[in-house]
């Protein structure tokens, strides 16, 4: 039978695709801005024939009804990162966080530490061969998707066709739900031009040589910095996911990925984020590369990039180093994502500049602290730490003693900050 009969007979709806999920199973839903909206809003309304079903996943953008309190008892979400529409969930009991780094939430499943039954994953229309692209979300979906029972996958008539290790036969497809929507689009925001950003990115530029490979992260930071980029010569991207900014820095022969140690020529990511000007220009591009997490972030692959450049962000820092990023003290905020990955990753790298960088308060607090808040969760610990940049400078921590690193660190804290920081570190002995 050739892939266009099976893909014919293997057509549902939504609706009948959700019928063939059963109580007490394990779901796994594909993330980030390629939730199969269709599929997850059929399971919504079927959800009181099922009772005791998990659903896995990442981060995924838009709106979560499978977490809204009615659903309780028959839905309940178990998160690897805490996107903001499950995080009063999961605050309020109804929802659970999984921790785990992003190179290895893959393979949680694909080792059947947590089996899946039914993965319900979004994909691009099959090629001449019959070969989806999971499009623009690869990184945490294609290996689950593969190990699970059954797959429900919506095929959407907009999902670009990313290539790289990024592709599912319709043989292995269980049931087919044909879509034709706008995916959602996650825009850069303006946070970035603030002033506290900008010279933070100054600060960050400076760290940046020429010939780099870098990871981009989304949101304030990697928005700022990317705009600073552009005097430098021939940058690389191995990065866990990307947004609309690469594309000026690839039209203005900025990121040519030439001198790159491992895939030259190619942008290597696990997804992307970003608006349609993004969407349009990954499909069918061959500069571009997604290929599964458990490859993009393993530390050793990051590694074999030369003079890779790691931008991650923070909660808070205190003066020993210890870095803060899934929680602001006990109350859960996002998960440990690509974080160490990229630095440990970009530390064992043949000249690379693994980087924490925050703004130096937040709510008119300081950012750079004597001891963690209580509860807080380490992310990157002191040991994997190098550089932490604020708008007030860089601070070089590695292979630098505890009173070395607490002088630097207060060094870069907001002024109205150090002479109790300084008070603190001599009552803790660390000056
Ligand atoms: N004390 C109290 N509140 C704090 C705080 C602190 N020390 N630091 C930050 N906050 C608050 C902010 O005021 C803000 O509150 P608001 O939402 O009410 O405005 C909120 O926490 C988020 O802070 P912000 O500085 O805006 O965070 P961000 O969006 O720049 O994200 C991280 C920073 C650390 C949360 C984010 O990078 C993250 O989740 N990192 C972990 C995963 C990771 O690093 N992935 C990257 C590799 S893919």
Redesign the pocket.
Known sequence: MSWINQYENRVVSAEEAVQHIHSNQRLFITGNCSVPQKVLAALVDYAPHLENVEICQALTVGPADYVKPELQGHLRVNTMFISPNVRKAVHEGRADFTPVL?SEFPLLFKRKILPIDVALIHVSPPDEHGFCSFGIEVGLTKSVAESATTIIAEVNQQMPRTLGDSFIHVSRLTYLVPTDYELPELPMGAEGESAIYQKIATYISELIPDGATM?M?I???PDAVLKHLFGKKDLGIHT??FSDGVIDLVDAGVVTNSRKTLHPGKIIAGFILGTKRLYKWVDDNPIIELHPTEYVNDPFIIAQNDKMVAI?????VDLTGQVC??S?GHRL???????LD?IYGSSRSKGGVPIIA??ST??D?S?I?ATL?PGAGV?TTRNHVHYVVTEYGIADLYGKTIRQRAQELINIAHPQFREELTRQAKELNYT
């Open positions: 992003l990871q992260g949101g304030a930071i866990e996911m991650n962000s923070a909660i808070e990023a899934d602001i905020f996002s998960g440990v994502g690509g974080q990229f925050l703004p937040a709510k607090i950012r602290v808040k992310v």
